[in-house]
């Protein structure tokens, strides 16, 4: 059995000695070297308003599980996820709030390793995590941790992205190979292993993103295709600009090993979730620009054009598919893949 | 047994389409009176940005059991506990966000109703719920539903409080009686009924705390009293402070029926959370313009001064009891209250 101190206690969550010395030796210290550690211990943080008109902000909540998978865990995926959300409007990611509910027992090894994740994708992210809060439910009530962050950004001056803005003749680009995320962890929690270990994508998109507003193009939308996948994040913003959308499957990345880990699982590759990835409608004129500045970064090496917007209509996605047919691209119904993020 | 559609299934957190219409008809619908309901849907909602200098920006999770209690709700809580956090600063609460952890076989109907509440306690607030998020997770690893809310807020230009800020000689000031919320949720959960019912304080304080900046007085901190009641807010002043402060129990606001039910259940009211109520300390040169603002106010109308900062120390709690005695006051180990909030 454990020590009492080498897990999470009901009192750690109860407003009194234990949650102030974990607030203060855990949260405080972790994100002490992107923050003002004082902040952290008011009831807000007070924070320099950017000079500029328009705020984002966004939300999400984590219960991946496991929390621990290929290629990261709940904590930086929590950050990676809030900063991609900030980012696909075109802003910039600013600061981040982080609020725990653990479960009774949770191991404090596994806290602080969850903790230092966080801090680390902060650091990369180049944003601050400035406040939080930390509940505990009893065993049974919970499963392990889940973690609720948002994020505050800026939106640079002049950029307008949104899901209903796209137009007929826009190329569609993807940034990377998509279903990683999703196959990292699916494989995990089902104890597969495949010759190669698929690991999650989960990045920040930050950097890519302020890479591609300067390349002189027209970014119309963007979307990190989470939970339902590219398939989703396509659907979203066809119904949203009334429009139709044809991709080409030949032309959609997708990492042999995850192409095996799908057929095996019986997955689309096209529901899995992404954590790293971005698609974007792009006007056609000064597309060539933004594609050539996704492939000169890290996180862009292998964008690519999947498609293009098709004419007014009813946000019909269709794909060419490798045997020379078209088929309606459907929209996940949702249960196929729980808590992968 | 419940139909399908009378209860939240796993899909409705799978990003298909399960999960499109409950964002659609529940959450877009019951906050777009506040907001453009098509900002909701977006990554980010993307915000006019204030005119100041400094924001303020906070978070909590919110794990209350159970979820309906005398008087408010764990939506109407959500919302009034984030909207505090920023009142506490000084700021003017702007907008929020809302995560939702639920769990499969939540009846839809309760999700409504607490999705009801949060809508009408955001009006009452004045402030907009622009971003949200749903995740679901199976039976057996949650409890009913769990909210994670943040806030942001706008700092007004000349308006500075911290816990660190008590000076030697400064009034302490509450806003009304303690320790309502936590009786009301304990009674419920204990199935006890007391002769006349305990409600919980849960509302906004943002109206209140306006009309104390605008009084003319110097606010040096404030608290709302949550987890931990006023024994941890005073605790948590004084040692950020490096003060220390005296407080007498007769002048302390109890509801006869709080301290009875505290008497019964082994309570110290010291130690009960609130959830509408704040605790000040003001410079005494001022105080009493502040006092007679809060009692011009609905939620100040009982405000009363219950100590004094005395010398600079180590962050000691006193109490003058009612039998002129001097004790400490003690910050509770936590475990007392669990999920109270």
Do not use: Q, W
Request: aromatic residues 4%; contains cysteine.
């Amino acid at each position: 059995m454990r020590a009492d101190s080498d897990t999470v206690r009901m009192a750690h969550g109860g407003g009194g000695l234990a949650m102030r010395e974990l607030v203060r030796d855990l949260f405080a210290t972790a994100f002490a070297p992107l923050a003002d550690a004082h902040l952290v211990l008011e009831d807000a943080a007070v924070l320099p308003c950017p000079r500029t008109s328009r705020l984002a902000f966004t939300t999400d909540a984590f219960v991946v599980e496991p929390a621990f998978f290929p290629g990261g865990n709940i904590g930086d995926l929590a950050v990676n996820g809030t900063v991609n959300d900030l980012a696909m409007m075109g802003a910039k990611p600013l600061f981040l709030s982080s609020a725990f509910v653990i479960e009774e027992g949770f191991a404090m090894e596994d806290l602080r390793r969850i903790v230092g994740s966080m801090a680390e994708a902060a650091r990369r992210a180049e944003v601050r995590v400035v406040a939080g809060d930390t509940k505990v439910v009893p065993r049974g009530r919970g499963d392990g941790v889940y973690i609720a962050t948002s994020g505050v950004g800026e939106v640079p001056e002049g950029v307008s992205l949104s899901a209903s803005a796209l137009e007929p003749g826009d190329r569609i680009v993807v940034s990377g190979p998509v279903g990683d995320h999703g196959v990292a962890v699916m494989s995990r929690r089902a104890g597969l292993s495949f010759e190669a270990e698929v690991e999650s994508d989960t990045a920040s998109l930050a950097g890519l993103v302020s890479t591609m507003l300067e390349a002189g193009g027209r970014i119309r939308a963007m979307r990190d295709p989470t939970r339902g996948g590219l398939a989703a994040a396509l659907h979203e913003l066809a119904e949203d600009s009334g429009v139709s959308i044809e991709v080409e499957e030949a032309a959609i990345p997708v990492r042999p090993a995850v192409r095996r880990a799908c057929d095996l699982l019986g997955f689309d590759p096209l529901h899995v979730p992404c954590e790293g990835r971005l698609v974007a409608s792009l006007a056609e004129d000064g597309a060539d620009e933004v594609l050539a500045a996704m492939r000169a970064h890290p996180l862009g090496r292998d964008a690519a054009t999947i498609g293009r917007v098709g004419g007014r209509g009813k946000g019909r996605v269709t794909m060419r598919t490798t045997v020379g047919g078209t088929r309606l691209v459907d929209l996940p119904a949702g249960e196929l893949l729980p808590r992968i993020c």
